[in-house]
């Protein structure tokens, strides 16, 4: 068994990420929500546009109103009121001020705002109270952003800060990654779909809905396979589809060391390299990673594929599944890399969020770091295990006063116990060789929200 380290960074070392002059499209700014910037940006205009006004109140001179030596309040005439998206017609002269509001543009000769609260106005003059400190309530041209400097870095997914800025930036398309498809199929005689009655020894397969939900979350388009019986041909069949259909395969079930475990079986056969087999991690030992290249798993079954083995794709796009395509735009990567995951459900969702999604996020294009995130938190209760391997305990973090704590989620922990996993945010770690972390001891959390 590989320690979690290392498999880590075996895993990491195996991905090509997308290359931004093959890997890439251009889509529309609304398009490129969650996506991953392929190239930089760079703007074409200064921000702010102009010199504007922070705060509602007055543009003045500052000679004209800092401290006066007779100690009285300064006076000044209004000669312009200047709302915004005006664009002021008069330039301010000594002894003058114009009446300006948030966001407009600073007129000609104030290089100060004194804010409406320090002032006192009586009809076409306004009474300074208060000296303000020179270039005061300005916001200066540029001072945000210069034009033809970069203004957004490749690497980055594009969310609702981001579109903001590429939208003030005039930018109506940009270019993105592609979305990496990920294949899924599960493999088992006992599995159902959900919509089929339970006969006695079946169960569903809830592991392609998770995963598909997690695939989708983590920016990519899943491809859900049907489930496999554990036959070899039809396990070898599937397989061989799944590679030739996406950039990367997640299989669940039949990586074990029973009598009907055939993936790596079928991955030695079809020419893949098998790099990873256990890993020394409580839920989720047995891990099956291997490297594939598409050719050399031939293209048996693909044309069933094409016609129809794909299910469960609708017919409109949803957030869950983006793209009603049964191909990918842009080819595919040369390399697949296959995950074998485990078959019960905690064990394939904690090893997806160990070691999938770091995979997936360098595959994508995403900049580093590409690993979890960990916090450091205050255990609510104690937490045990054996010591042979690194253990994963699911649970909720919450921050309470600037501190994390871990609350531990109750019932079984077993890897076939899916129903206390939901609504948890965070899997702490019990390292290997240690068997128990007290009640109120720091422990490192990972987080597994996407």
């Not at 800025?165 to 498809?181: D, S, Y």
């Amino acid at each position: 068994m590989l320690p979690v380290q290392q498999a880590e960074t075996l895993i990491l070392n195996l991905v090509l990420p997308f290359n931004p002059h093959h890997d890439a499209e251009a889509v529309k700014l609304l398009d490129a929500v969650g996506r991953v910037l392929a190239e930089p940006v760079t703007g074409q205009l200064d921000f702010p546009h102009w010199d504007n006004s922070a705060m509602d109140g007055y543009a003045v001179r500052y000679e004209d109103v800092r401290s006066p030596s007779d100690g009285q309040p300064v006076t000044l005439d209004i000669v312009e009121e200047i709302p915004a998206g005006y664009q002021p017609q008069k330039s301010i002269q000594p002894g003058q001020a114009a009446r300006i509001f948030t966001g407009a543009v600073m007129p000609a000769g104030a290089d100060t705002v004194v804010i409406q609260e320090d002032t006192e106005r009586q009809g076409d003059r306004v009474t300074i109270l208060s000296t303000p400190n020179p270039q005061a309530f300005v916001r200066h041209q540029g001072a945000f952003y210069k034009a033809g400097t970069p203004l957004l870095q490749p690497g980055i997914k594009l969310q609702a800060a981001e579109i903001a800025v590429l939208a003030a930036a005039q930018c109506a398309q940009v270019r993105v990654f592609r979305r990496p498809r990920v294949a899924i199929l599960s493999t088992g005689d006992e599995l159902v779909g959900i919509d089929q009655p339970l006969q006695p020894g079946q169960i569903v397969d809830s592991n392609r809905y998770a995963l598909a939900a997690l695939v989708a979350e983590a920016g990519c388009e899943p491809v859900l396979m049907d489930v496999v019986p554990d036959q070899l041909e039809a396990l070898r069949t599937a397989i061989s589809q799944a590679i030739a259909a996406a950039d990367m395969v997640l299989s669940s079930g039949g990586v074990s060391v029973g009598d009907y475990d055939y993936v790596d079986e079928i991955l030695a056969d079809l020419g893949a390299t098998i790099h990873i087999r256990s890993v020394a991690v409580k839920p989720g030992k047995p891990l099956t990673v291997a490297t594939i290249r598409r050719q050399e798993a031939g293209d048996e079954g693909v044309g069933e594929w094409m016609s129809g083995r794909v299910r469960e794709i609708p017919s409109t796009p949803s957030p869950l599944y983006p793209s009603t395509s049964v191909s990918s735009p842009l080819p595919l990567s040369p390399i697949s890399l296959y995950f074998g995951l485990p078959g019960n459900p905690v064990s394939a969702m904690v090893t997806f969020w160990r070691f999938v999604l770091p995979a997936i996020r360098k595959l994508s294009g995403v900049r580093e770091p590409w690993h979890p995130a960990f916090v450091s938190a205050i255990a609510r209760q104690e937490l045990r295990s054996d010591g042979k391997r690194e253990s994963y305990l699911w649970g909720r973090l919450e921050l309470v006063n600037g501190q994390y704590e871990f609350e531990l989620a109750g019932g079984s922990h077993s890897s076939g116990n899916l129903i206390n996993l939901a609504g948890t945010n965070g899997l702490a770690v019990v390292p290997l060789g240690e068997t128990a972390i007290a009640r109120g001891e720091l422990v490192q959390v990972m987080f597994t929200l996407i």
